[in-house]
């Protein structure tokens, strides 16, 4: 096992034992500390706390644990994202808007932002100008603001298995309404896999924040 294989075996048994306790203090200064030991913020995101996050998810699952710990979990971890993650990744980037604009949200009846906001701000970071239309997003909505803001790509992340078939309603109004030609539909999120977004006709499937990225410079016509 290399030292950094280690050192974020060591950050996931720290962070594990915060998100327990909901220990908002100790979550942010354990990113502090581990940013300073010289891992990057996407690194620290990606092979610690998403992970972590999933395994939360599983043992919520078994009925390990319930609602008031993925709720402790979930406040510890979007504290980590506000005070550290989020300055440390813009402060690495130069932000610019002329890439495209994306239009950005979770599905209808979903609340779950944790990865949605990841990818907004990775997506901006690397120069798209995102409209994040926040949560629990309708299709309605998601088509108005894409059209309002003329955007390239329309991007949406699902966590439930229920709100996952809104995501196909989307691009059938899209046909409906004769816009389909004018939207690139990205979608994402743990349950969404590429068969997935193959089968209800999405132009692409997003399996993390850096792919996000990768994949919406190829839907403005960059090169990957
Ligand atoms: Co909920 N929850 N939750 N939850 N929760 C899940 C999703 C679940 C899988 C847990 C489980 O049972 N194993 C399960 C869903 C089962 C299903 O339908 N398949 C579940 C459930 C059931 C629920 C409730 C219904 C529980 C209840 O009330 N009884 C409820 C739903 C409320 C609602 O939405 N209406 C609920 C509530 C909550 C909290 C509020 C407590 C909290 C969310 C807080 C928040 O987000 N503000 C929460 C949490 C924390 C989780 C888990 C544990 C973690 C989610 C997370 O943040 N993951 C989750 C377990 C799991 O995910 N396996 C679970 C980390 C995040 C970084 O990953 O979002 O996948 P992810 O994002 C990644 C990639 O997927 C990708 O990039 C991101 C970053 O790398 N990606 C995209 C995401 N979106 C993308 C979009 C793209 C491209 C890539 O393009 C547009």
Not at 23 to 52: C, H, K, N, W, Y
Not at 53 to 66: N, Q
Not at 133 to 158: C, H, M, P, Y
Request: hydrophobic share 45%.
């Amino acid at each position: 096992m290399s030292s950094s294989d280690e050192q974020m075996e060591a950050f996931r048994a720290e962070l594990g034992e915060a998100l327990a306790t909901g220990d908002e203090a100790r979550g942010v200064a354990l990113a502090r500390a581990t940013l300073e030991s010289g891992v990057g913020p996407t690194t620290m995101f990606l092979e610690g706390i998403q992970p972590l996050l999933y395994e939360v998810g599983k043992r919520f699952e078994k009925l390990e644990i319930f609602l008031p710990d993925l709720m402790k979990a979930a406040k510890v971890v979007k504290a980590m994202q506000r005070d550290v993650l989020e300055p440390a990744i813009r402060q690495s980037s130069e932000e610019a808007t002329e890439l495209g604009t994306i239009v950005l949200g979770t599905s209808q009846g979903d609340i779950h932002d944790i990865g949605k906001n990841m990818v907004g701000l990775m997506l901006q970071v690397n120069g798209f100008k995102v409209i994040d239309l926040g949560t629990n997003v309708s299709v309605q909505d998601f088509i108005k603001a894409a059209r309002e803001n003329k955007a390239q790509v329309i991007g949406v992340s699902s966590l439930l298995t229920p709100s996952m078939p809104y995501m196909g309603d989307l691009i059938e109004r899209l046909k409906g309404l004769g816009l389909r030609d004018e939207f690139k539909v990205i979608v994402g999120g743990a349950p969404v896999t590429d068969a997935y977004a193959q089968r209800i006709g999405a132009d692409a499937y997003g399996a993390d924040a850096v792919d996000a990225v990768r994949i919406c410079r190829r839907l403005v016509g960059l090169e990957e």
